[in-house]
């Protein structure tokens, strides 16, 4: 009896821990891979939905502003001058309107100016005429591009997003259709135009790039994507001068 029940009491033999260590270890490091996959698919998708709502803040403030430019004025606001590519292939566009043009409140006048060279019958200098002299181009911050709106009479610069790859800004006499690449638009159906006095379409393509995850071969790891936004604005104010 003594020796049954010794041999009922005995615990695991060395071979069937072994098996149990290398069974734990192996579930382990499946459940080390999933978990390291999750957080990194996890932070993508975090940052994707910072950047993009980023973005698309600043698009639909850009919309809007474009779609303004030239009220009031003899051309379509547009200063071809200012508005170029620059060194990095970005965009930069300044655009102008004399938005309180019909805002009763406005001072008429400026000291010593008399009556019709104030802000309702002028752009700037004023604060009373901000946002009617605006220009918006992409900065670089060393670890980011940034996307900056700079109002010559409202307040100076200020970040519209700060994660994004490029702006590129297209210009046409006409609504216009066309294909998307990688970072921008491609194969328009009219010709983009080269004086921009004569734009009365704008096409603005703005392209967020999320960086790599991980390593190639690690756990989780999430490859470099890019994803582009664009919006067509119509520029209103454009023929106001035939109407």
């Known amino acids: ?36 996959q999750s957080m990194n698919i996890r932070t993508r998708a975090n940052e994707k939905v910072d950047a993009l ?28 001058a200012d508005s170029v590519t620059d060194a990095n292939g ?4 300044r655009i102008r309107s004399n938005l309180n043009r019909f805002n009763t409140t406005a001072n008429p006048w400026y000291a010593g100016g008399g009556v019709g060279s104030g802000p309702q019958n002028a752009i700037g200098p004023s604060s009373d005429d901000a946002g009617e002299d605006v220009k918006y181009f992409v900065y670089d911050a060393g670890n980011t591009n940034l996307l900056a709106r700079y109002d010559a009479y409202g307040g100076g610069s200020t970040v519209l997003a700060n994660r994004l790859d490029s702006l590129h800004i297209h210009y046409f006499d006409q609504k216009v259709t066309y294909s998307t690449a990688a970072c921008d638009i491609s194969a328009p159906s009219v010709t983009e135009l080269t004086d921009l006095s004569l734009a009365k379409y704008v096409v603005i393509a703005v392209c967020v790039n999320q960086s790599a995850v991980g ?29």
């Not at 470099?224 to 109407?243: G, H, K, P, Q, W």
């Open 1 to 36: 009896m003594n020796n049954s029940s010794r041999k009922r009491q005995a615990g695991f033999s060395l071979i069937e821990l072994i098996i149990a260590m290398a069974i734990t270890i192996l579930i382990t490091a499946v459940a080390g891979r999933l978990l390291a």
């Open 53 to 80: 709502a980023d973005a698309q803040r600043a698009l639909n403030i850009m919309s809007r502003e474009i779609a303004e430019a030239g009220f009031n004025l003899s051309d379509n606001g547009i200063v071809a």
């Open 90 to 93: 970005n965009s930069t566009l």
């Open 215 to 243: 390593a190639p071969g690690s756990p989780g790891y999430q490859p470099s994507t890019n994803v582009l936004l664009v919006s067509d604005v119509a520029l209103r104010n454009s023929n106001l001068t035939i109407y």
